[in-house]
């Protein structure tokens, strides 16, 4: 959250600061006004910090049900789970979220007050959308969507996500090479060259594309940040963290660390910072959004993935 500067409703009364009546009144109370003009004009850009996240939202959609858009099995939200979800967006409270499984602008704003959040989404026609909440004053600017993203061959029924791809600027000019992803689900610790499944091979084919993207951001030499839904577990090394890292030097902020989502277990929804950006971490600001519901059966009037956040200090 962005840190509010303010002196309080008098600036005399918090300097305690006194004049004498008379023409020979001290010029003391005018001057410490005018200090406190400045800093209120100018707030200072050190300590500013800024919460980013990652959200699965589960299939968030504003269809109604047996919307031939919609699996057989997907039950749109009712009432009280837009509220509930609403609630737990709203105690996220964080700058920059990055969403996957909503249903386009209209469905996150349903989340993200647009009088406060700049929504992007990507420009590819799917129910599962990946986008971006942005809040004000933090300026986002849209680049190309990676669309090599989707790595199913051409004439099938189904399509991945692609990833949009973004410049966040913020207050006091820094700024952030940003890339959401939804990789392929189904081969969440599989050794890729060994399995058998079909889904290791199109997430193995993701790899590439997006170890490109970090390459050119490294070549760059500019903070980015690649967040998301991975679908893939990396308690240890495998292949996509393995091939991440060697493509750019990168924090891992869920390394080490274990997912209290429904029960706990192993994240599957990373944030990855790089370049410059790695320096920007807060120590110790990982976070993760529980639900206070533990009925796993409100996994589908909430979502079966919990906010994933840090902090960070933009230099």
């Not at 100018?42 to 589960?58: D, Y």
């Not at 990507?122 to 909440?133: K, N, S």
């Not at 902020?253 to 209290?260: F, K, Q, R």
Request: net charge neutral; glycine share 8%; with cysteine.
């Amino acid at each position: 959250m962005i840190k509010k500067w303010g002196l309080g409703p008098s600036c005399a009364a918090r300097f305690r600061v006194t004049a004498p009546a008379g023409p020979g009144q001290s010029p003391a109370l005018p001057f410490f006004c005018l200090f406190c003009l400045i800093l209120l004009a100018s707030p200072p850009s050190w300590g500013a910090e800024f919460k980013i996240a990652t959200w699965n939202l589960n299939w968030f959609t504003l269809r109604p049900a047996h919307d031939a858009a919609l699996p057989a099995d997907v039950q749109p939200r009712v009432a009280g789970d837009f509220v509930a979800l609403r609630g737990y967006a709203d105690k996220l409270a964080a700058d920059v979220v990055a969403f996957e499984e909503v249903d386009g602008a209209g469905a996150a704003a349903a989340l993200f007050d647009p009088a406060r959040y700049s929504i992007v989404t990507i420009r590819q026609d799917v129910v599962q959308q990946v986008g971006l909440a942005v809040r004000w004053p933090i300026e986002v600017r849209q680049n190309a969507d990676i669309e090599a993203l989707d790595v199913e061959p051409p004439g099938a029924e189904h399509h991945l996500r692609h990833g949009p791809d973004a410049t966040l600027i913020f207050p006091g000019g820094a700024s952030l090479r940003l890339l959401a992803v939804h990789l392929k689900t189904g081969c969440h610790t599989d050794h890729l060259r060994r399995s058998p499944r079909a889904e290791c091979a199109l997430f193995a084919r993701q790899i590439p594309v997006v170890a490109a993207w970090l390459r050119a951001r490294a070549a760059e030499g500019a903070p980015f940040a690649l967040l998301g839904d991975f679908n893939r577990v990396m308690d240890e090394k495998e292949e996509f963290s393995a091939a991440a890292e060697a493509a750019a030097p990168m924090v891992r902020v869920t390394e080490g660390s274990s997912d209290p989502c429904w029960g706990g277990g192993s994240f599957i929804d990373h944030i990855f910072l790089g370049g410059p950006a790695r320096g920007w971490l807060v120590p110790g600001s990982l976070r993760v959004l529980t639900y206070r519901s533990t009925d796993e059966r409100d996994k589908e009037h909430l979502s079966d993935h919990c906010p994933v956040s840090v902090r960070l200090r933009p230099g």
